[in-house]
């Protein structure tokens, strides 16, 4: 079939037909010919979830695991007690929040998956600013540490109210409700200590 | 020359010579065979002209392109977050001009695009690529549709993409160059002498930074999309679709060509390294346009332009 060309496109199209009609697999069904498109289901739903489902449940796990790793630097780190247990608490919050936003995603069939790890994603601190929390202690620590679990709940809120709207399940629009209910209450809580 | 032109086949064999040295080896092998058609560097030719005097014209290549330059930047991903918008890394969009975290096919469909032909309004999307804070946006941006990488018998036979078809390729998260799942490969515009890496490479002044990344041509018939976004697709195994994955559609190459050169210092994409490098296809041709395309360009083997007809 290489000597196709243009005068001899017909025949050759007549042959490809041929072929198709005789057994090919990527020829199958009632098709006429190789370039008639094929009708493909819309990916709705997977294990109960939608494709939003999926991706806000893997995000709000990439987000929690970093702010809940942030939060326990706390204890060593800052020189402010109502801080200190400020962080305590929302870890321990958001270690009960994983559990259940894994069995969001175990429930369905999908593996636990990092699909944000390594990336600069809003709501969340970049490498550069992680290794900043790291070394640092007393005030300047605090002041970061308000810095990065500002901009985690803040966002966290943005997503829940997205949620709402979105093409969603009943059980990450109960989920993100929560969430986005916990965040504006921790900003406040934040701002108060 | 080759490197400049629309000719996208002609880099693979180069491409491959930066390989493991068994695939290096393969190459070589390879350009021994067809050693007439061997360009200087040792690159094999693909375009060569089909020995039919009624055939001088015509470039026995599957192919058809749009040229897609840069429409907008958004921290959205209607494939992986749909309807959340602000909730991705930042992205750099091309074809069509409305893309954002809500967009569906029906919103693609008939909007307005930067693409050559303006009647491909669907969405690709990269991570922004940034030199410190400033973003750097690519000013080649060509995405060709292709036959290669499976048989000719194969080619004859592959399908439009099914509208709304989503496709990932590359690996967002991967680790490292020795990270088999990165696919994507920067070189030097015009300097072949620079090993292609799955990081960036330092490219000499007035040269331009350049990544090819080919998507996956083998669809599995029946979804637009999966839950890892991956999965519906394959790559082709010695030259056919797989039995999972046995519709072989165009396989879509991605050619960014970026205003930078020399040091890579402070260089990265919002994904991370240049190895995280990866590309998304949400399809909106028209069914006819497409249709017409794969018929005369990519099932009879000869090399289209952005109109769709040979070149």
């Given amino acids: 079939m290489r000597d196709v060309t243009a005068s001899r496109r017909p025949s050759a199209l007549g042959a490809v037909l041929l072929v198709c009609a005789l057994a090919v697999p990527g020829c199958a069904g009632s098709s006429p010919g190789p370039s008639r498109p094929i009708p493909a289901s819309a990916a709705a739903s997977h294990g109960g979830l939608t494709t939003t489902d999926i991706g806000w449940t893997q995000l709000l796990i990439a987000m929690d695991d970093q702010a809940r790793y942030v939060l326990r630097l706390a204890p060593r780190r800052s020189g402010s007690r109502g801080l200190k247990d400020w962080a305590s608490g929302t870890a321990d919050h958001h270690r009960a929040e994983l559990v259940a936003l894994r069995a969001l995603l175990s429930d369905a069939g999908l593996p636990d998956d990092n699909p944000h790890k390594g990336h600069d994603m809003p709501g969340m601190v970049n490498a550069e600013e992680l290794r900043a929390l790291e070394a640092a202690r007393g005030p300047r620590f605090d002041r970061l540490l308000r810095s990065a679990l500002v901009e985690h709940f803040t966002q966290a809120g943005k997503l829940a109210a997205a949620v709402r709207t979105a093409d969603t399940g009943a059980r990450v629009k109960r989920a993100a409700a929560a969430n986005g209910s916990y965040a504006r209450d921790a900003l406040r809580r934040l701002r108060s200590v | 020359m080759l490197r400049t032109s629309a000719h996208p086949p002609a880099e693979s064999p180069r491409r491959r010579r930066a390989w493991p040295t068994a695939l290096a080896a393969l190459g070589l092998l390879l350009a021994t065979l067809y050693g007439g058609a061997a360009a200087p560097g040792g690159a094999t030719k693909p375009t060569e002209l089909d020995a039919a005097p009624q055939a001088a014209q015509v470039v026995r290549v599957a192919e058809f392109l749009a040229e897609c330059p840069y429409s907008h930047r958004l921290p959205d991903d209607p494939i992986v977050l749909p309807g959340l918008p ?226």
Avoid at chain 2, 88 to 106: E, K, N
Avoid at chain 2, 132 to 158: N, S
Avoid at chain 2, 160 to 174: D, E, M, T
Wanted: contains cysteine; aromatic residues 8%.
């Fill in chain 2, 86 to 311: 602000g909730a991705s890394h930042m992205h750099s969009f091309f074809g069509s001009r409305v893309t954002d975290a809500h967009t569906d096919v029906t919103d693609l469909l008939g909007s307005s695009s930067t693409c050559s032909p303006a009647v491909d309004t669907s969405s690709y999307w990269v991570p922004t690529m940034y030199r410190g804070d400033q973003p750097v946006e690519p000013t080649g941006t060509t995405f060709y549709y292709l036959g290669e990488g499976v048989r000719d018998d194969i080619i004859q036979r592959i399908r439009p993409f099914p509208q709304g078809l989503r496709i990932v390729a590359g690996n967002a998260k991967a680790t490292g160059v020795d990270d088999p799942t990165s696919v994507a490969r920067w070189s030097c515009l015009h300097h072949g002498e620079v090993n292609p890496s799955k990081d960036f490479v330092n490219c000499p002044a007035g040269s331009m930074l350049e990544s090819y990344l080919d998507f996956p041509q083998c669809w599995n018939g029946r979804d637009l999309d999966s839950p890892d976004h991956k999965s519906h697709m394959s790559y082709p195994v010695n030259g056919a679709c797989p039995a999972g994955h046995p519709v072989p559609v165009p396989k879509l190459r991605q050619v960014l060509r970026y205003p930078v050169s020399g040091s890579t210092q402070g260089l990265r994409l919002a994904s991370g390294p240049g190895y995280t490098m990866h590309g998304d296809f949400f399809n909106a041709w028209p069914q006819n346009e497409l249709a017409r395309r794969v018929t005369d360009c990519i099932n009879v083997i000869v090399k289209c332009g952005a109109d769709g007809r040979p070149s």
